[in-house]
């Protein structure tokens, strides 16, 4: 399933990175452009944390926590053989490396930098693309996981009911 979620984590992080850039161009002297009234805008914010700037002064921690998902995902679909679970494990990929680039490559330093965040949803938060990936892969990741997809795909459901002992 390489063929289907590297690319599909390579497209949400060329996404993510695109509008980040647009976020410096459009947004850099402090312009909220509105989507929908205030409920939805986007307004500039660098982030030195995780989410709702937690953990602003363990930003190394998070990109070592970036690297080890990246790495433990990339390293397990070898063995995935399901669609949804390719899908899901891909956009949870995009999602970490869109913002670990930035950690790597952004001010202040080198695995230490801020990530650009740019939608503000009604002032609780403001996030990017990645963070939007990362909250629905996770999402559908709970889902899947309720669900019983198998991470091997329909055979892997057979030989499981095929291995259960019949009960009469």
């Known amino acids: ?26 947004l ?19 982030n ?3 989410a709702f700037s937690f953990g602003t002064g363990n930003t190394w921690l998070f990109t070592i926590f970036s690297i080890v998902v990246i790495a433990v995902i990339t390293y397990v679909l070898k063995e995935c053989k ?13 999602g970490a490396m869109g913002n670990f680039i930035d950690r790597i490559f ?17 002032g609780w938060f403001v996030g990017n693309v990645a963070d939007v990936a990362l909250v629905l892969g996770v999402a559908a990741l709970i889902v899947i996981e309720l669900k019983g997809v198998p991470f091997g795909g ?15």
């Open 1 to 26: 399933m390489y063929k289907l979620a590297l690319p599909l984590g390579l497209i949400i992080t060329l996404v993510d990175q695109a509008t980040k850039y647009w976020a410096e161009q459009a």
């Open 28 to 46: 850099s002297d402090g312009q909220r452009i509105s989507v929908i009234g205030d409920f939805l805008s986007f307004t500039l914010v660098y």
């Open 48 to 50: 030195p944390g995780a």
């Open 82 to 94: 399901s669609k949804p679970w390719a899908i899901t494990l891909g956009v949870i990929v995009g």
């Open 106 to 122: 952004r001010d202040p330093s080198f695995g230490q930098g801020h990530v650009v965040d740019f939608i503000n949803y009604n």
């Open 154 to 168: 329909k055979q892997a459901r057979a030989e499981d009911e095929e291995a259960e002992p019949v009960h009469e």
